[in-house]
């Protein structure tokens, strides 16, 4: 064997030649630059330290409490307005004290929370800055042992290619997805869902896995800023009550002044709360009733009950539901939905083969009856939830455990169906288990593994 032969399979080690005789030889090899595979595992852990360090939820944090805050402000400045107009120097001037010193109080403990979460909040961004400071350096020092510059020639490979594509884009540009007309809806065309706006625990915190909240579309005087909230509290699958909140910073703090209207004193039983599809319409509550295919409607004044049956072969008791490709939400079957013109109900049948059917509920002369029926043709198990604006029934599906997808619409005024609308949301958690739209205030309210988060409704 030659010696140049071996010295050209021997280059990148160091190479000791020794000449027994002219027809063999030997090679000495050793390694100059050993890669430091302990380093390489430390990066790895420092980038998921830092990246379970910041997350949505630690900002959204800040921003709940800020809205907490600003809310109850306007609220104590119109308290001791009414206190100075009413003020008898009796007892309402004593009990109106009490109010506000309450109030003081919640606000002077807020604020207390906010500075030690601001401060928190820049600890951890000096921290995660020198993290990130520190992690570049060790990545830089790793690169030196790419002696075949695999890395810097993927770099470069990646920069052409988007390059490429920025460049095919700019020849021929996407259309952007086909969304409904404008119609009669009052906010202009549906265009995009932003957020999440607002994100908390609530009142008990990491209770309640299943559950709904929003705002009425069509308020009793005197409750315009009331929020609801329906946990079920029995087996994910029942409740009893609603619990009402004055305000959405009482509902973000927990304070709930007006308290539970009792639905029914046990759980489960008639005209119990089953699922977690629920909304609430013009001071009453629309829900799947108990162990039925219909649907109950709760008038909190009055505390009484009426429903309308379903068409025969509606799918319920768990055997309809909304599904994921991973799982299915039990006792999803019915989903109560609310939009500018009134409540709907979103079901399925045995007779339309698991499709989504979409109907008007209606308060008449003789209760509560079912309006005009509309038929799709998109399969309910292959949708993840479903909510109304201004007429159009919206259907959402899981793309994975951060991204959730618009991807249909049905329009009830001309009938048309869309299956490409592609309006794309952040989420918090991995499964939302209600949504619904209030016109109130244009936003999307998800109650999403005992955690209610909102979206911003986006018109044009």
């Given at each position: ?345 979103v079901y399925t049948t045995t007779q339309d083969h698991g499709n989504l059917v979409l109907s008007r509920v209606e308060e008449g002369t003789e209760g509560l009856q079912l309006g005009q029926t509309w038929y799709t043709s998109v399969y309910k198990q292959a949708v993840t939830n479903t909510f109304m604006v201004c007429g159009v029934l919206y259907a959402t599906r899981s793309i994975s455990k951060d991204t959730e997808e618009i991807f249909y619409s049905y329009d009830t005024a001309t009938g048309q169906e869309k299956f490409n609308i592609g309006i794309y949301f952040k989420k918090l958690f991995p499964n939302i288990y209600s949504l619904n739209y209030s016109p109130v205030d244009q936003m999307l309210h998800s109650y999403a593994e005992a955690n209610m988060v909102s979206y911003k409704v986006v018109f044009v």
């Open positions: 064997m030659k010696p140049t032969l071996l010295l050209s399979l021997c280059a990148l080690v160091t190479l000791s030649l020794q000449s027994r005789s002219p027809e063999s030889c030997e090679c000495e090899l050793s390694s100059t630059q050993p890669f430091p595979h302990d380093k390489l595992n430390t990066s790895e852990k420092n980038v998921e330290d830092c990246n379970n360090n910041v997350s949505p939820q630690k900002a959204l944090e800040l921003e709940t409490l800020l809205l907490g805050l600003e809310r109850r402000l306007p609220q104590l400045e119109a308290d001791i307005s009414e206190l100075e107009r009413d003020d008898d120097g009796q007892l309402y001037g004593v009990l109106a004290l009490y109010v506000i010193q309450n109030e003081l109080t919640e606000i002077r403990l807020l604020m207390e929370k906010l500075n030690t979460t601001m401060t928190m909040h820049r600890q951890q961004a000096r921290d995660t800055a020198e993290q990130i400071s520190a992690i570049r350096a060790e990545l830089q020092e790793l690169e030196t042992y790419d002696t075949l510059q695999v890395v810097k020639r993927d770099q470069t490979n990646q920069r052409l290619k988007r390059d490429l594509d920025q460049c095919r884009k700019g020849q021929d540009p996407i259309a952007p997805p086909t969304l409904p007309p404008h119609g009669s809806c009052p906010h202009g065309r549906f265009q995009n869902v932003s957020g999440p706006r607002i994100f908390t625990p609530g009142e008990y915190p990491g209770s309640f896995k299943y559950g709904a909240w929003g705002r009425d579309p069509k308020p009793v005087a005197g409750k315009e800023n009331w929020h609801w909230y329906v946990p079920l509290v029995s087996s994910n699958r029942f409740a009893h009550y609603v619990r009402l909140y004055s305000t959405l910073s009482s509902l973000v703090v927990g304070v709930s002044v007006p308290g539970n209207v009792i639905i029914h004193a046990s759980n489960p039983a008639t005209n119990t709360v089953q699922g977690p599809n629920v909304v609430m319409y013009a001071g009453a509550l629309y829900y799947n009733c108990y162990n039925l295919d219909a649907v109950c409607r709760f008038n909190l004044t009055s505390k009484t009950v009426t429903n309308v049956p379903l068409p025969k072969g509606t799918r319920f008791n768990s055997k309809g539901n909304f599904c994921n490709l991973e799982e299915c939400f039990p006792f999803t079957d019915l989903d109560l939905a609310t939009d500018e013109s009134g409540v709907w109900v």
